[in-house]
């Protein structure tokens, strides 16, 4: 079993940027894909970003540019830098970890962190 646990949301105004922050315990050995997801009220879940072990990158249309996914070194730790937030990221951010499946980074992850908030102002 894996544990993940996100930190690093609140609230901030437009144009301003947060870090979230995700680390993973326990059977950390059969994560080969770490993700972060987003859910806006009255919206579906979105794929924001992913990473893989061997540093392959994904990021959503809508962020690209302005959100970054990172993991800077061999911890199960990793981050996601968004910089100039907008009112409409607003929205639940959640970590997320699987083994990984061949071309495919939107799917059901097997392991969810609980969440945090992240809130723009405008």
């Known amino acids: 079993q894996v544990r993940l646990v996100e930190s690093g949301g609140g609230l901030v105004q437009a144009g301003g940027s947060l870090r979230l922050s995700c680390v993973a315990s326990?059977?950390?050995?059969?994560?080969?894909?770490m993700a972060w997801y987003r859910r806006a009220p009255g919206k579906q879940r979105e794929l924001v970003a992913g990473?893989?072990?061997?540093?392959?990158?994904y990021s959503a249309d809508s962020v690209k540019g302005r959100f970054t996914i990172s993991r800077p070194g061999p911890q199960y730790t990793w981050y996601l830098q968004m910089d100039s937030l907008r009112p409409e990221d607003t929205a639940v951010y959640y970590c997320?970890?699987?083994?990984?499946?061949?071309?495919?980074?939107?799917?059901?992850?097997?392991?969810w962190g609980q969440g945090t908030q992240v809130t723009v102002s405008s």
């Open positions: 990473i893989t072990l061997d540093g392959r990158t």
């Open positions: 326990g059977s950390i050995f059969s994560i080969g894909v």
């Open positions: 997320a970890a699987d083994k990984g499946r061949p071309r495919v980074w939107d799917y059901d992850y097997d392991y």
